[in-house]
């Protein structure tokens, strides 16, 4: 799932040098990506469409849920927690 923020691609390409199964690699990690991601968002939005009046509720808060998370991060990755 990590595949479009990292190095992957450049590791599968490195493998097809030396391989005669290139295209079946990539097609099964594009495969895998993609199951990934669905399987991650079907859930997900099936789970939003259970509980939206409570989501909604708490709707106006998530703008600084979001910022508090990221300032945590944040702060963690300065003093090398992360």
């Known amino acids: 799932m990590l595949g479009f923020a ?12 030396g391989s005669t199964f290139c295209l079946e690699l990539m097609a099964a990690y ?3 990506v993609i199951a990934a991601l669905v399987a991650l968002t079907l859930p997900l939005v099936a789970g939003y469409y259970r509980f939206e009046a ?3 509720a708490y709707a106006g808060y998530l703008p600084l849920f ?4 990221l300032v945590v991060m944040g702060v963690g990755f300065l003093l090398g927690l992360f």
């Open 30 to 32: 594009a495969l895998a």
């Open 54 to 56: 409570r989501v909604e």
């Open 6 to 17: 990292h190095e992957e691609e450049f590791e599968i390409i490195a493998l097809c040098t």
């Open 66 to 69: 979001s910022a508090a998370v």
